[in-house]
């Protein structure tokens, strides 16, 4: 039976980008057909980068990253996928802490809108990488080349020291 072609989208605050959503993000190339990183716009506590700069950052780490693309969205991520008739949801799991949670919100997602979630294993270097410590090793200065991109690590870098 031919494959039917599959649109995921891949909703977070990506506040900023990690490898970790890179490598998933990587992994999902190869079962859907387009990736859309979805940039959720409501509030977040310790926003560092609005979310138009996210997008940008964003942007222009995949422009050689064929079917995927960025944009950012407001309000409900089911709601957001109806929009873009989106087959599935995407997210990544980087330990049994996020199934917990991950669990509920695609069970409510399936239950409210019909959508299911896709879940991605990260790789284990990954695996307790969260743009939460990546902003808060910046503030104190720690070293991240390994943890996110480069053209990311210079903006925060920047950033830190401006605020
Ligand atoms: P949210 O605020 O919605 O959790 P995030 O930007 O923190 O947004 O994460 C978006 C998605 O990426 C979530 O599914 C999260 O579990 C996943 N994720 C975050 N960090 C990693 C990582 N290091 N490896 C794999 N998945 C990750």
Redesign the pocket.
């Known amino acids: 039976m031919p494959k039917k072609p599959v649109r995921a989208i891949?909703?977070?605050?990506?506040?900023p980008i990690?490898?970790?959503?890179l490598?998933?993000i990587h992994r999902a190339m190869k079962l859907f057909n387009e990736v859309i990183i979805a940039v959720?716009k409501s509030p977040?506590k310790n926003q560092l980068f609005t979310p138009e700069e996210r997008v940008a950052m964003i942007a222009e780490i995949i422009a050689d990253m064929p079917g995927v693309a960025v944009e950012s969205f407001d309000g409900l991520t089911v709601e957001y996928a109806a929009r873009k008739k989106a087959d599935v949801i995407l997210?990544?799991?980087?330990s049994l802490t996020?199934v917990h949670y991950?669990f509920q919100l695609a069970m409510t997602n399936r239950a409210v809108a019909g959508i299911e979630t896709v879940f991605v294993m990260?790789s284990e270097q990954?695996?307790f990488?969260?743009?939460t410590l990546i902003r808060e090793i910046a503030s104190l200065g720690g070293d991240l080349s390994n943890l996110i991109p480069n053209s990311v690590n210079e903006r925060l870098q920047k950033r830190v020291k401006r605020k």
């Open positions: 891949f909703p977070g605050s990506f506040d990690t490898n970790g959503h490598d998933v959720g977040i997210r990544g799991l980087r996020d991950e990260t990954y695996g990488t969260s743009s």
